[in-house]
Structures are given as structure tokens and as C-alpha cells.
């Protein structure tokens, strides 16, 4: 399976970039990043691009690929419904049509979050612009597509979240993690599910197009 992976750097993405290099169903990843990180690997190869609204230059690059894992993604707090658009939905738009025009065979799986508003018409700014983006993709031509809705997530294998108030509440709650995932497995995953989930749904499909939690850890 070759892969190409987005928002490689963020927790979630992280977790997903491990599960895909130990996994040995697949032989290549391609993390499309703005800035080269320090991350080498005899499967990982990082392609940087510093306009994430227009792939038209790097179709090449992602020409070929069996599944694309979409995690990409910033939190809402202090942003104008204006920039969050620009981030969570047109960069989506971006990818979606990017892909689509070069992989159409792929399976694409976008991370999303509970809550998500589908309808687009709900009273939640990030809610509704994620459901906008969901729609992007779920109606994307191609082979499949999936939307992941994880609630709660747990960071495993020393992973850690860029952004500051989550790194200070992962580290508040870090003792009771564990627990909450074992009596919680509706609400809550962890970033290895995750990742293992998305390698299952890109080689055997799943009974349903939007994923919560429970769905998520159902995936082997």
C-alpha cells in the first residue's frame, strides 16, 4: 500500500504516520508538509509544499496512491469563522480535488470530530465547518471515502499535541487516560486505534462511511 499522509506533525497525525511504518502492508508514505521536519525512515518520504490551498504543482507527486489519510487540522479557539474555513475547509477542497484528479482509485479517510455538523446549518462555528469539509469528501470521486469522528483521544508512544491548552490538559488528565478509554469506549480512542483503524478501513472497507469512536475501535 502506498500512502500519502496530511498534518503528519499534529498529534493525531503523528500516530498515524507510526501505525503506517511498522505496518508491513505498506511499502511507501508521503508526507506532504509546508517545512521538512527531522523524521527519516526507509518507507517515509516528505514532500514540501508551502501552498496547501493549490496542489496543482505536486500532482505528480501524488499520482499513484492506494489510500490518503487526511489529518490535518487546528482547534477553533480564537479563530474567525473566516480563517478556520481557510484551514479545515478550503485546504480540504484543495487536497480532495488534487487527489481525485491523480488517484481517483484511492480510499481517502478524513479525521474529523464528534460533534461534527453534517447539515452545515447548526448554531456551532466548528461544527458546522467541519461538516462542510465531511461533505467534501464523502461526495470526492473516489473509490472510497470515510470520515472518522474520534471524541476523546489518547496520545500513546510519547506523542504530544502542538497545540498548548490540549498539551496542558493531556498532561493534567494523563493518569486517568487509560481508565477513560477502558470505560469509555463510545467517547474515547487512542492515536495507535486510530492509525490501525485507518490502515483496516483502507484495506477492507467498513460498514459505515462516518466513523465514531466505538466504530473506530471496532476496526481491526
Known sequence: ???VLFGATGMVGQGVLRECL????????????????SRTHPKLRELVHDDFHDFSSVERELAGKDACFFCL????LGLTEED??????????????ALA???????????????????????????????MAENVVLNAPFRASYVFRPAYIQPLHGITSRTRWYRVFYAIAR?????????????????EQIGRAMLGVARHGAPKRVLQSADINAIE
Open 84 to 97: 478556520y474555513r481557510s484551514v479545515t475547509l478550503d485546504i480540504t477542497v484543495a487536497a480532495t480535488r
Open 175 to 191: 493518569p486517568l487516560m487509560p481508565l477513560l478509554v477502558r470505560l469509555m469506549p463510545n467517547s474515547a480512542t487512542t492515536t
Open 101 to 131: 484528479k491523480v488517484s481517483p482509485n484511492m480510499t481517502f479517510v478524513f479525521v474529523s470530530g464528534a460533534g461534527s455538523d453534517s447539515s452545515e446549518r447548526g448554531p456551532r462555528m466548528w461544527a458546522r465547518v467541519k461538516g
Open 1 to 3: 500500500m502506498n500512502v
Open 73 to 76: 487540522g487546528v482547534s477553533s
Open 22 to 37: 511498522l505496518d508491513p502492508d505498506v511499502q511507501s508514505v508521503l508526507s506532504v508538509v509546508r517545512r521538512p521536519t
